[in-house]
């Protein structure tokens, strides 16, 4: 299984979505690759907030080593599933689908509700923390149970 985590700028939701679901994966001991993008090119080559990193760190996630990338219409035939934070990553990712097939492999992060982006809050990383290890837990749940 190959994932990709996709936010705005690839700094704070969608980093926090790959390390997260990376320490899952690792811990149950699954054969997955987890990867991160941005659909805005304001931070590529940085590393992820330091304040995602904090709040990552403080759950013993290292997500330090990350490095902020844009997504690119050729991820869809890289990755199994794209998992998105709110509903304009939705629109902008599928809107870069070419086929039903690509189309079908982009999701919400939490299914029908959104990650909303913590950028303009300090208070609000933890608790996006909280909502993205919950979505990844069920993803984790669901893949295998085989829905």
Request: overall charge negative; glycine content about 8%; aromatic content about 8%.
């Amino acid at each position: 299984m190959k994932i990709l985590m996709v936010c705005l700028g690839n700094i704070c939701r969608s980093p926090l979505a790959h390390g997260i679901m990376e320490s899952l994966v690792k811990e149950k001991g699954l054969d997955w690759e987890v990867d991160s993008a941005g659909t805005g090119h304001w931070h590529i080559g940085e590393p992820p907030d330091r304040r995602s990193v904090a709040i990552a760190r403080k759950y013993g996630v290292d997500i330090s080593a990350q490095c902020c990338r844009l997504f690119d219409p050729s991820d869809f035939g890289k990755f199994d599933r794209i998992y998105v934070m709110d509903r304009m990553n939705l629109r902008d990712i599928l809107g870069m689908a070419k086929t039903d097939a690509d189309r079908k492999k982009v999701r919400l992060l939490l299914d029908k509700e959104v990650v909303p982006d913590p950028y303009y809050e300090d208070d609000q990383f933890d608790p996006v923390y909280q909502m993205i290890e919950k979505g990844c837990r069920r993803i984790i749940e669901e893949e295998l149970r085989g829905n």
